[in-house]
T-cell receptor
Framework: GENVEQHPSTLSVQEGDSAVIKCTYSDSASNYFPWYKQELGKRPQLIIDIRSNVGEKKDQRIAVTLNKTAKHFSLHITETQPEDSAVYFCAAYYNTDKLIFGTGTRLQVFP | EAGVAQSPRYKIIEKRQSVAFWCNPISGHATLYWYQQILGQGPKLLIQFQNNGVVDDSQLPKDRFSAERLKGVDSTLKIQPAKLEDSAVYLC?????????????FGSGTRLTVV
């Protein structure tokens, strides 16, 4: 079935530390994996995405890795800052042109 | 470019009442999605339109939810009658075409509270 699992559900880190969020997906045909950041009361915003023809993509302090064999993908945030505090969602594209979202990770960065 | 517009931003209704939400996607975006996001959970797809046709409504509770996209532009999502468990944010998203090529743009959502 169409399913995306996400862990952990909550993550607390000290400012400057790294944060890692992991997701697994069920459909081996999935080829597009975006990550969204959602601040309280606001819409989800795309922060980075990766397609199945690459294993890693980086954009300043955030990076995403993809392991298609294991059907895993992860978000890495380095040098975390308080403004990184939000809920992060992974998603996987399924073949009817829709995104299935994970359950979310609430990241808290303490100064 | 203008974003995805949704209205109203907030709605409070009593259970068993009816409610409707409106979405105006980005101009030219053929694909439109309605998601339900219950507090503390990820967005769950309710229905997907391609132009004015339904592509996927497998997760839409059809006994009480309905949606339409007349003329392939604006869309409305209706709940009749509402239940307490329908309390959620209803997000509309649109895409120029394939989500893998163009991604999604989300609207600000409608927060529904059923009391």
């Amino acid at each position: 079935g169409e399913n995306v699992e996400q862990h952990p559900s909550t993550l607390s880190v000290q400012e400057g530390d790294s944060a890692v969020i992991k997701c697994t997906y069920s459909d081996s045909a999935s080829n597009y994996f975006p990550w969204y950041k959602q601040e309280l009361g606001k819409r989800p915003q795309l922060i980075i995405d990766i397609r199945s023809n690459v294993g890693e993509k980086k954009d300043q302090r955030i990076a995403v890795t993809l392991n298609k064999t294991a059907k895993h993908f992860s978000l890495h945030i380095t040098e975390t800052q308080p403004e990184d505090s939000a809920v992060y969602f992974c998603a996987a594209y399924y073949n009817t042109d829709k995104l299935i979202f994970g359950t979310g990770t609430r990241l808290q960065v303490f100064p | 470019e203008a974003g995805v517009a949704q209205s109203p931003r907030y709605k409070i209704i009593e259970k068993r009442q009816s409610v409707a939400f409106w979405c105006n996607p980005i101009s030219g975006h053929a694909t439109l999605y309605w998601y339900q996001q219950i507090l503390g959970q990820g967005p769950k797809l309710l229905i997907q339109f391609q132009n004015n046709g339904v592509v996927d409504d497998s997760q839409l509770p059809k006994d009480r939810f309905s949606a339409e996209r007349l003329k392939g532009v604006d869309s409305t999502l209706k709940i009749q009658p509402a239940k307490l468990e329908d309390s959620a944010v209803y997000l509309c998203a649109s895409s120029l075409g394939s989500a893998t090529l163009y991604g999604y743009t989300f609207g600000s959502g409608t927060r529904l509270t059923v009391v």
